[in-house]
């Protein structure tokens, strides 16, 4: 895949709602509706954030090869923290769709994408609440017109990370299930799913397998790029995710608070437990390491050396030595890279471009060869 031309080629044909057969690509794209729900009181979800009718109801793409009326398996493609829109994942997405076979489903966390108001986008009226933050907590440089509004939010609640964490999870374990009982159209049942996880998306997937009680993923595989890291050796101040005040308070929160405040213990909810215990190294670190293990080769880590936010140290103290030592690989690019934009096109830099190309390629021939078993 040439990665600079079928970036532009594929954001000019895709049209969030829009069923789209690809120019030149054996590929087409399905929009499809969606409607979250809160599974503890079998109602919509949203608790303050409830009024924000786009994250309750919303549709999710799927790529899938134009020969297909039924896809022989599902390959879930998640996304990172902060993002809002699918520009950087469309080449992603064909890519593998086309070297699999499979359908590629970009499911959107909540408040993320087209999860979120239209007016989380506008500059015009976010550059006042931008002003008013650096009034209140002064200028910083990492604070930007990209992260003001997820700061805001966190900052106002960090609550909302774990509420909206849970929805998300409870939204893809609910497509999962719908897929594997043949309940979706594209789908028969029994189909198997599999995971591509990017960034926040890998630790989204692990709480999902960490909390699978009724082995919903037991046979899922799942290839972690940039991803897969415990809470606490992440890094989420960038000027493209949140700024440094509000991933301090962040820390402080669940490094110190989240536990006791929710009174955690073996009676607590999965997902609470799961989530946890991905916050820092020690915590239900035994059991953790124990599910992780037993994945076997159905686990796949990539991580870039010069990743600043997602670092493999803590990549391996999220699987444990012996999973990370089997399972994981650390790689660096020959070009200017960051965890936000690993295969970065710069218009008219050919050489760095096709530098970048032939890494795109590379780490998107190797997930494809694992998620094709």
Same mark, same amino acid.
């Given at each position: 895949m040439n990665l600079a031309q079928r970036q532009e080629e594929l954001q000019r044909q895709f049209k969030l709602g829009i069923d789209t057969k690809l120019e030149n690509s054996p590929v087409e794209i399905r929009h499809?509706? &969606?409607?979250?729900?809160?599974?503890?009181?079998?109602?919509?979800?949203?608790?303050?954030?409830s009024d924000i009718l786009e994250n309750r109801e919303f549709v999710y793409p799927i790529f899938k090869l134009k020969s297909q009326d039924k896809c022989p398996g599902a390959i879930f493609l998640m996304h990172g923290l902060n993002e809002r829109s699918w520009n950087k994942y469309l080449c992603w997405a064909e890519y593998l769709c086309m070297h699999t076979g499979k359908a590629v489903v970009l499911l959107p966390i909540a408040f993320h994408i087209n999860r979120s108001p239209l007016s989380w986008l506008n500059p015009r009226l976010i550059s006042p609440i931008l002003e008013k933050r650096r009034q209140i907590l002064g200028k910083e440089q990492s604070q930007s017109i990209a992260?003001?509004?997820l700061s805001e939010r966190l900052s106002e609640?960090?609550?909302?990370? &774990?509420?909206?964490?849970?929805? $998300?999870?409870?939204?893809?374990?609910g497509l999962v299930r719908q897929i594997k009982e043949g309940r979706h159209p594209l789908f028969t049942s029994g189909t198997g799913v599999d995971f591509f996880a990017y960034s926040i998306g890998a630790f989204l997937v692990q709480i999902?397998?960490? $909390?699978?009680?009724?082995?919903?993923?037991?046979?899922s595989g799942l290839f972690l790029f940039c991803g897969g890291s415990i809470f606490k050796q992440m890094n989420g101040t960038s000027r493209f995710i949140m700024d440094k005040l509000t991933f301090d308070k962040l820390c402080d929160y669940y490094l110190y608070r989240f536990e006791s405040d929710n009174r955690i213990d073996q009676t607590s909810e999965a997902s609470m437990i799961a989530f946890n215990t991905m916050i820092e190294k020690e915590r239900g670190a035994e059991e953790r390491y124990r599910i992780f293990n037993e994945m076997g080769n159905k686990i796949q880590v990539m991580?870039?050396?010069?990743? $600043?936010?997602?670092? &493999?140290n803590g990549i391996v103290e999220a699987l444990g030595t012996e999973c990370a030592q089997r399972n994981s690989s650390l790689i660096d690019f020959p070009y200017e890279y960051s965890h936000e934009?690993?295969?970065p096109i710069i218009k008219g830099q050919k050489e760095q471009n096709d530098l970048v190309n032939l890494c795109f390629?590379?780490?998107?021939?190797?997930?494809?060869?694992?998620?094709s078993k």
């Open positions: 499809f509706p &969606y409607t979250s729900l809160d599974e503890d009181k079998g109602e919509k979800a949203g608790g303050s954030d992260n003001t509004i609640d960090p609550k909302r990370f &774990y509420r909206s964490g849970k929805q $998300s999870l409870s939204d893809l374990t999902a397998l960490l $909390s699978d009680k009724e082995g919903l993923l037991e046979d991580a870039l050396k010069k990743d $600043s936010v997602i670092p &493999y934009h690993p295969f390629n590379g780490v998107f021939s190797q997930a494809a060869a694992f998620l």
